[in-house]
């Protein structure tokens, strides 16, 4: 299934503990359909000491959400908008607002 979500969107985030949040997608998961947003849902992860870190200990990450968690954010306006594909002029197909028809 593809994504409407594509890395480097901004999204904000619409339902859970970081309800209200805004941030950039930095890696996408389509066959799970989540994706990871910076600054967002972070958790603790224990890490053992490696020849990349030899310390270790607990460090802080950010985790997947959900696509159906997150709204793209709209550049003209920056306020979260559906995402539709639709083809354009040349036939080619581009995600645009389902509020204005504009490409994303």
């Given at each position: 299934?593809?994504?409407?979500?594509?890395?480097?969107?901004?999204?904000?985030?619409?339902?859970?503990?970081?309800?209200?949040?805004?941030?950039?997608?930095?890696?996408?998961?389509?066959?799970?359909?989540?994706?990871?947003?910076?600054?967002?849902?972070?958790?603790?992860k224990h890490v053992?000491?490696?020849?990349?870190?030899?310390?270790?200990?607990?460090?802080?990450?950010?985790?997947?959400?959900?696509?159906?968690?997150?709204?793209?954010?709209?550049?003209?306006?920056?306020?979260?908008?559906?995402?539709?594909?639709?083809?354009?002029?040349?036939?080619?197909?581009?995600?645009?607002s389902k509020k204005?028809?504009?490409?994303?």
């Open positions: 299934m593809a994504l409407k979500i594509k890395k480097g969107d901004r999204v904000k985030v619409i339902s859970g503990k970081d309800k209200g949040s805004e941030g950039v997608v930095l890696r996408s998961i389509p066959s799970e359909s989540k994706i990871v947003v910076e600054g967002v849902n972070f958790v603790k053992r000491p490696s020849m990349n870190d030899p310390k270790g200990g607990i460090k802080q990450m950010e985790a997947p959400l959900h696509v159906s968690n997150v709204m793209v954010i709209s550049a003209k306006d920056s306020r979260p908008v559906r995402v539709a594909r639709r083809a354009n002029a040349e036939g080619v197909r581009v995600r645009v204005s028809g504009q490409a994303i």
